[in-house]
């Protein structure tokens, strides 16, 4: 059965690094999605992105997070001087363009800033 | 903005009662997903809830939706302590034709004992 897959695991990085998390959505699907859970809390909507542009994005996502599509398969999160509070588990989704739109999750990036 | 409740925020029942979580969400929307969440891990989706009225069942699990009252219910019947995990429900604000959005409840923690 087709999945999401994301890439890596587990990030350890320092505060005010750049980091990238990388997600390989089914390959069928033309919608993609971020989310992000911090540790015991629900999960939080980041921005949704489709034909190579962004849809929509929540107040979470400013200026320091970006999203892209470098190629034909993957998509990916880049934070770029990251903070303690961006210390969360992110999940990449994607969803097809015809009903029911249902979003598929991967397995997720813990990303832990230190 | 969409407000996403559930409750309880935490439940903790015998194996074999029977229980119902509640998610009650402040704007009209026909979309509803009920996940699974286990401790670390990725959200598997459980129901996908597309009308006023639907009813999904699962083994032990049954979800609903009613859109006028704007509530959804997952029921529970015959715990047993596989089903120990946190429940999210998620509301869908937008679809067709567009990416959507899920907006998460607060989760619900379900701790089956013996």
């Known amino acids: 059965e087709p999945e999401v897959t994301q890439t890596p695991s587990h990030q350890v990085t320092q505060m005010g690094q750049e980091v990238i998390l990388r997600c390989v959505p089914i390959s069928n699907h033309l919608y993609f999605y971020w989310y992000r859970q911090i540790l015991g809390q629900k999960v939080e909507f980041l921005v949704s992105f489709y034909n190579n542009e962004i849809s929509e994005k929540s107040e979470i996502f400013d200026d320091q997070f970006s999203v892209e599509r470098p190629d034909g398969s993957n998509f990916t999160l880049k934070i770029r001087s990251t903070k303690l509070e961006d210390s969360a588990m992110y999940f990449c989704?994607?969803?097809?363009?015809?009903?029911?739109?249902?979003?598929?999750f991967g397995p997720g990036t813990r990303l832990t800033v230190t | 903005e969409l407000k996403v409740e559930q409750n309880p925020l935490f439940l903790s029942m015998q194996e074999g009662k029977n229980y119902t979580i509640y998610c009650n969400y402040s704007t009209t929307s026909d979309r509803l997903y009920w996940y699974r969440q286990d401790p670390g891990k990725s959200l598997e989706s459980l129901f996908v809830l597309l009308s006023n009225g639907a009813v999904k069942q699962e083994g032990r699990l049954m979800a609903s939706l009613d859109t006028k009252a704007r509530l959804s219910t997952l029921h529970i019947t015959a715990a047993v302590h596989d089903l120990s995990a946190t429940y999210f429900c998620?509301?869908?604000?937008?679809?067709?034709?567009?990416?959507?959005?899920?907006?998460f409840g607060t989760g619900t923690r379900l701790q089956v004992t013996l």
């Open positions: 989704a994607s969803s097809e363009q015809v009903p029911p739109y249902e979003q598929y």
């Open positions: 998620a509301v869908d604000q937008r679809w067709g034709g567009t990416a959507s959005k899920l907006t």
